[in-house]
C-alpha cells in the first residue's frame, strides 16, 4: 500500500507564489509517474501536472504552462509542484496521485494511489 501526503496549500494574493509538496511512503515506492490534479467548488477534478518518475519529462495543462513546474526528488519519494504567477482561477483543493503503468497522463483513473488534497487559495 502506498500514502500520500501533500502539504504546502495556503492562502496567497495574485501574483504570489506556493510549492506543494507529496511525500510517499509504503512499500517500495516506483511509481511510473506521478501526478497534480484540481478540483475547485462545482468543478470537475482536472490535470494540472504530472513528471515521469524515472526522468525529468514533464506534461503540463495549457493553464498552468509557463507558471508551474512538476519536479520530483527520488531519493526522497517526494514530488513537488512549484506554482508562480498564481491567479484566482487556481483556488482549489490539489492532490498529487501515483500512477503504475504508461499511458495517458491527463486522466485521473489511470492513477492508483491518491492523497487526501491541500487547499490553495488565491485572492484579488
Known amino acids: 500500500q502506498v500514502q500520500l501526503v501533500e502539504s504546502g496549500g495556503g492562502l496567497v494574493q495574485v501574483g504570489g507564489s506556493l510549492r506543494l509538496s507529496c511525500a510517499a511512503s509504503?512499500?517500495?515506492?516506483?511509481?511510473?509517474?506521478m501526478g497534480w490534479f484540481r478540483q475547485a467548488p462545482e468543478k470537475e477534478r482536472e490535470f494540472v501536472a504530472a513528471?515521469?518518475?524515472?526522468?525529468?519529462?514533464?506534461y503540463y495543462a495549457e493553464s498552468v504552462k509557463g507558471r508551474f513546474t512538476v519536479s520530483r526528488d527520488s531519493a526522497k519519494n517526494t514530488v513537488f509542484l512549484q506554482m508562480n504567477s498564481l491567479k484566482p482561477e487556481d483556488t482549489a483543493v490539489y492532490y498529487c496521485?501515483?500512477?503504475?503503468?504508461?499511458?495517458?497522463?491527463?486522466?485521473?483513473?489511470?492513477?492508483?494511489?491518491w492523497g487526501q488534497g491541500t487547499q490553495v487559495t488565491v485572492s484579488s
Open positions: 496521485a501515483a500512477k503504475d503503468y504508461s499511458g495517458t497522463y491527463t486522466y485521473d483513473r489511470a492513477y492508483s494511489y
Open positions: 513528471v515521469r518518475w524515472s526522468g525529468p519529462i514533464t
Open positions: 509504503g512499500r517500495t515506492f516506483m511509481p511510473y509517474a
